[in-house]
């Protein structure tokens, strides 16, 4: 939730104060229509704010209209290369360009692109990566570097202002965490335009929601990003969830925020279970309102975290002490998991 310059993609605004857009990407062959359209479907369902597709050539153009007569999210178009599929994107309604101006062409063909941006008030995304880093920057500095990835960014910008708009979302993406988040911080300083954070190839589910964890959370906690995505090899739905965590965890959204003991020797219900199965009940939950819930595993931590959280149990000796904004409310045996999932329904 940043001070930066507001801007408007497709039905949502980011930037100044604004809240994070959770953006994911689909990954689906671009010669697959139904799987895209059924992906961003289910994108959508899971709360993502922002899609992304990549147009790699003319046969992907059909995704931009038919992705966007199926789904009400915002679509970015993602460019490499050829200047006429930016423009012929825009043309067939992607809400968003997402380009590198260094790998479009010259200056007339970036102008082109910029004037049919204008002519709609579609934002440009310059998207500049670690593996993309100019050859003069990378001499320069010995190396890829966070203020070589920055200066590549700002470069990048300037390319689009000196065409005459201001109308710009910026990325600076590497694999390398630190890397990331020290570009970020320089750019928060001076650039005006909405940050889209996100570290990029950043592997599978596990290693990469921890290294986006890392990442995304040290710039939000301190303010900096306006939209985010977490890159993950396997489903962008996966990529949705985690980027939810993230933010539910900096209190950024409003959502369910689960926790849960470790479990110890004191454990004596199956406490693993009942987390597992109530946090996969949750996370298809929607709320506007902000609930915390709390597994706690016993009466030595458990009541405690319990009672600060708006609902949450800790566990006994085959059964749990159910609380509610800090009361008792009773006990809870047998299916404890399920009997807690329909205590949070009825606070929804
Ligand atoms: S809440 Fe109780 S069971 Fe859970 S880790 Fe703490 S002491 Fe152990």
Do not use: W
């Not at 929607?286 to 149990?313: F, H, L, W």
């Amino acid at each position: 939730m940043s001070g930066k310059k507001r801007t408007k993609i497709g039905n949502i605004h980011i930037g100044n104060g604004e809240k994070i857009a959770v953006q994911s990407m689909l990954n689906c062959r671009y010669d697959d229509v139904k799987g895209n359209i059924e992906q961003s479907i289910r994108l959508e369902e899971s709360g993502c704010d922002i899609n992304r597709v990549a147009v790699p050539n003319e046969e992907a153009l059909i995704l931009i209209k038919e992705i966007k007569s199926h789904t009400s999210m915002p679509l970015v178009a993602d460019i490499h290369f050829d200047y006429r599929l930016a423009i012929k994107s825009v043309e067939a309604g992607a809400d968003k360009i997402r380009i590198n101006p260094g790998n479009i062409g010259g200056m007339d063909k970036v102008k082109a692109v910029v004037d049919c941006c204008r002519e709609r008030n579609i934002p440009i995304r310059v998207g500049v990566n670690s593996g993309s880093l100019e050859k003069d920057i990378v001499k320069r500095d010995g190396g890829f570097t966070a203020k070589g990835l920055f200066d590549s960014a700002m470069r990048s910008v300037s390319v689009i202002e000196n065409s005459g708009y201001d109308n710009i979302v910026v990325s600076m993406k590497s694999s390398d965490v630190k890397m990331m988040i020290d570009a970020y911080r320089l750019a928060e300083k001076s650039c005006i335009y909405p940050l889209h954070l996100g570290v990029t190839e950043s592997g599978t589910m596990s290693i990469g929601t921890i290294k986006s964890a890392i990442g995304l959370g040290a710039l939000l906690a301190d303010d900096i990003g306006d939209t985010i995505r977490v890159s993950l090899t396997g489903d962008p739905v996966d990529e949705v969830r985690v980027a939810k965590e993230i933010l539910s965890a900096l209190k950024l959204t409003n959502g369910i925020n689960l926790i849960s003991c470790p479990t110890c020797g004191r454990t004596s219900i199956d406490l693993i279970e009942i987390a597992e199965k109530v946090e996969k009940a949750v996370s298809k939950m929607k709320t506007s309102k902000n609930i915390t819930v709390a597994v706690m595993g016993c009466a030595v931590n458990g009541p405690g975290e319990a009672r600060e959280a708006d609902v949450g149990i800790a566990g006994g000796l085959d059964d749990a002490v159910l609380f509610k904004k800090g009361e008792i409310i009773g006990k809870l045996k047998g299916d404890i998991a399920e009997a807690l999932i329909s205590e949070i329904r009825e606070m929804l």
